[in-house]
């Protein structure tokens, strides 16, 4: 036995190494810089807790963590909510009256932003948006809606919306398809019980479906809730993080401080408070699928 536990390490090794190369040695080098005073280059001059006090009262990073509470909703709150009722319906009504392949290419149809790059989905976004030629302009302009036409991601009051509804689109195929996944270990008999005794579809979704998959629905809205904290590409390519910082989030506001402003302590401090952050939540997040799953309130 101890023979066969020193040949299973030998095989995590090279994954324990890259980790430990790839994530925990930069981390230790970034933590340990925000406690400097660096514009990186040169020597970095030691400034203790300076970088963290400036912090607290920094505005635009406030703002910043203000929009990621909006890509939250965004990326975790509304495509959990629809991933749960297009899971039902493709599970329970779409399979059963059109059949489970029809159901299956619907899935694909969905998870499909999923699979692209998010460079190509927000260039393709930016075109949809765009305030002059926009596919979305035109379609409302030639359905004699013009007087709804935007400028969608340069107007200051409609930009974070926009973002966030690109978003939607984005991630609704990730909880879409794990609840799908989770549906098929449901006894179908508790469904068929459910209809014999008159039970219509959403007294089903209500009593059986939502039950059924707590354990996905913790995984899903920690998994996405962890990605609209760090989510970076989407604002990147649509918006930069405009106009005038409506759009900012805390990974591009230390992206920007980090390497356009050259204060990289200031930008590696951010950058800790937002990992601090990310992982106080996964812990939490396992630590409530945990008792879910042992069956404690």
């Known amino acids: 036995m101890r023979v066969r536990r020193d040949s299973y390490a030998l095989f995590l090794l090279p994954g324990a190494l890259a980790f430990l190369a790839v994530v925990v040695v930069p981390f230790l080098m970034n933590t340990g810089t925000g406690f400097t005073d660096w514009q990186g280059v040169g020597g970095p001059h030691w400034s203790g807790l300076a970088n963290y006090r400036e912090l ?157 998959l707590g354990p996905e629905v913790y995984v899903v809205l920690t998994w996405c809730t962890i990605a609209a904290l760090k989510v970076f590409g989407a604002v990147y390519v649509l918006t930069k993080g405009g106009p005038g910082g409506a759009t900012d989030v805390p990974s591009y506001f230390s992206f920007t401080t980090f390497f356009e402003k050259t204060q990289v302590g200031y930008g590696s401090a951010i950058s800790t408070v937002l990992t601090v952050i990310i992982l106080a939540l996964a812990l939490t997040g396992l630590k409530l699928q945990d008792r879910t799953a042992d069956g404690e309130p």
């Open 56 to 212: 607290l009262h920094d505005s635009e990073f406030w703002a910043s963590f203000r929009h990621s509470l909006f890509m939250v909703v965004a990326m975790a709150l509304l495509p959990t909510a629809l991933g749960l009722v297009l899971a039902a319906a493709l599970f329970d009504y779409v399979g059963k009256h059109f059949g489970t392949r029809t159901a299956a290419v619907l899935r694909a149809c969905f998870y499909l932003p999923q699979v692209l790059p998010v460079a190509v989905a927000g260039v393709v976004w930016s075109w949809i948006l765009a305030p002059d030629d926009g596919a979305l302009n035109a379609l409302l302009k030639a359905i004699g809606l013009g007087s709804w036409q935007r400028d969608w991601l340069g107007d200051p009051d409609l930009a974070l919306y926009s973002v966030m509804g690109v978003l939607v689109w984005v991630q609704i195929g990730f909880p879409l398809v794990v609840f799908m996944a989770g549906l098929a270990r449901v006894d179908p008999q508790l469904y068929e019980a459910a209809e014999l005794d008159g039970a219509g579809w959403w007294r089903r979704f209500g009593h059986i479906t939502l039950p059924q």
